[in-house]
């Protein structure tokens, strides 16, 4: 029998890169025509870290700042739900008092006691100055 060999050489492109005409993926062709290796050839630039920190700064800033005010959304509207249970419950507790404190509804529920509606007008007593 034979023995196994193996072939190295150059991986075999594929469909993609046969049609971009590049030898590598999309990564390595964009960083081709920016040409990023001519920046890091002598190391980090870091006359630009104060930049790109701030920048970065800037980012972390405003993700948290919209996430802050997604949070403040929900709570207005859940606040807002709840307002407007209450405002129906203390419209519902209010006609039900204005009912019930009625002069026929009084008179109804104090008849279990036995006591009975006054048919006479009140009369107004009069005080003189002295008299008291």
Do not use: C
């Not at 060999?5 to 062709?29: D, H, L, V, Y």
């Not at 997604?70 to 039900?96: C, F, G, M, P, Q």
């Amino acid at each position: 029998m034979g023995e196994n060999k193996f072939k190295i050489g150059q991986p075999k492109a594929t469909t993609s890169e046969k049609k971009s005409g590049t030898g590598g993926s999309m990564f390595s062709g964009l960083e081709k025509k920016l040409k990023l290796e001519s920046y890091f050839e002598e190391g980090f630039p870091v006359q630009h870290l104060p930049k790109i920190l701030f920048v970065l700064f800037l980012g972390i800033l405003y993700i948290s700042n919209s996430h802050h005010a997604e949070k403040t959304v929900r709570e207005i509207h859940k606040i807002e739900e709840e307002v407007e249970d209450l405002r129906a419950d203390y419209t519902t507790l209010k006609s039900d008092l204005m009912f019930s404190s009625k002069q026929s509804e009084v008179a109804r529920k104090v008849k279990e006691f036995g006591l009975k509606e006054s048919l006479t007008p009140p009369e107004k007593i009069e005080v003189e100055e002295g008299e008291y």
